[in-house]
């Protein structure tokens, strides 16, 4: 995860929504939809997060969608490039949102939620763990980390990431990888689960995705963990 996403920070949405046309959705509908899931699991452990962490939060497109979960009192986006954290201010700006440039200001503490949307394929594998380790940092005891990635077993999924200046570096990691990457730092792993399965053309089929869930089929999976 590097400076690189300055250069992207204004065209970035644009950038994004043509990556994902051959989906046939926005990314409002993914963005959606990975903080509905998460609000599902969230519900079902019981866990009101009030206080909210989006590492690698890029332009904040997440941040109203994660303000939105039930309890939900702030939310601090974090991330390296600048340039793309003015646009969040810029875009999502709140009173109730902080944005951190990570490495120049004070690191958060004492959170309760974690999350992250398609940032570790962009780091570097030998750097990885490091990340790890802050978002662990960042936690307060018992607090989750809702870690989603690209599934690379899926064919669309890197067809998408194939046509995507975006994701031109890109080292995706496979669901494995990063149940074994959170655990190798601390996290206790509470469930891997596998989201957006059929692309719009196919959207009468999606009330088949919440029990499929629990296999690799989806674009994307969810990893969700627990700091002891």
Known sequence: MGTDFDEFADDYDALLEEGLAPSG?????????????????????????????????????????????????????????????????????????????????????????????????????????????????????RGLFALWENNPWNPGTRYIMKRSPLDAHALPLSPLQSRRLLASEGFEILATDFLFIFPRALGSLRWLEPPLARLPLGGQYQVLARKP
């Open 25 to 141: 959705e926005s990314k409002e509908y993914f963005a959606r939809g990975r903080v509905s899931w998460l609000r599902r699991r969230l519900q079902e452990l019981r866990f009101t997060p009030r206080a909210i962490l989006d590492f690698g939060c890029g332009t904040g497109s997440a941040v109203p969608h994660l303000l939105a979960l039930p309890g939900a009192e702030r939310a601090v986006g974090a991330d390296v490039s600048r340039k793309s954290l003015e646009v969040a201010r810029r875009s999502h700006g709140s009173e109730r949102a902080d944005w951190i440039v990570m490495g120049a200001d004070p690191d958060p503490t004492g959170l309760d939620l974690a999350f992250c949307n398609g940032v570790f394929h962009h780091i570097e594998p030998d750097k990885r763990a490091a990340m790890v380790r802050w978002v662990f940092r960042s936690l307060r005891p």
